[in-house]
């Protein structure tokens, strides 16, 4: 084995992937290299050039079948000497304090081990994933994952105005835009009615999260493709981490190595 481990993370829009060092020893590893690819139509010709000849062991948290099986199948193509481990929650350093974890997005419970690695040890944390869908997840403030609240995000919220109705088109809302509130046409109307619900409905379960707590504070932490969006507008304390999958994946790779 080489000193590199693949952190892979099957959304439902993109396939991201890390390439961390073995020896990163930071409580929240960060990668080397990334690398990404739509999750519908995945193309890992670039990927190649970015990996060393000799094998390497790669770790994939999914949320996405199709975009996995796509992954795995490249995998044992073109990597036939590496070694493969699709995670369960079982294999997370988490508590996952839920009736059903099996049923949790994996990348919400890599994000929870991310966010496990850099919050504050006495405060909880509430943990935004703009992705595909928009998660809102709540760790306590000793490390149990808790649930949290499932969102359609932006661009699938767009998607369903324009798929749903007879006059509405599709949409985007880019990053640095902010919409003003009260659209005077029906694109400015959509731009309003897209962003300022995703940011409301954020703020509203961190308000809701954080007053169902007795104790300190609840850290926020955002992460996923649409964070840039969304964290300025939050009006109160908040980090974005980039990675925040891939390195909660690449802890639990890290664990996993240090105890077979
Ligand atoms: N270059 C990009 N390609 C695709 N989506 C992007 C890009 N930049 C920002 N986004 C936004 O990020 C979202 C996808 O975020 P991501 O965290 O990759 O999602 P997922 O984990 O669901 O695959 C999209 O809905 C889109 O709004
Ligand atoms: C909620 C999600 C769709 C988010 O996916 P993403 O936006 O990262 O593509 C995904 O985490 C998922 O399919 N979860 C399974 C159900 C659950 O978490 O309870
Ligand atoms: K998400």
Known sequence: MSGVWGAVDVGNTSIHIGLFAAEDSRPLPMPTQTFSTSSAEP???ALINLLPQQPIDWHVVSVNRPGQAAFEAWRKQARSGDSCHVLTHADLPLEVAVAAPEKVGMDRLAAAVGANAIRQPQRPAIIIDAGSAIT???VAVDGSFLGGAIVP???????ALAGQTDLLPE???DVGEVP?????DTLAA???GLYFSAVGGVRELIARFTAQLAGPTPQV???GGDAAKLAPQMSLECVTIDHLV???VAIAARTAKATR
Do not use: E, P
């Open 171 to 173: 949409i985007t809302v």
């Open 136 to 138: 809102v997840d709540l």
């Open 246 to 248: 891939l390195g909660g």
């Open 180 to 184: 003003a509130a009260i659209g005077t």
């Open 153 to 159: 995000g932006m661009k699938m919220a767009a998607r």
């Open 221 to 223: 932490i955002f992460a």
């Open 43 to 45: 193309d890992f010709a």
């Open 190 to 192: 959509m731009r309003s």
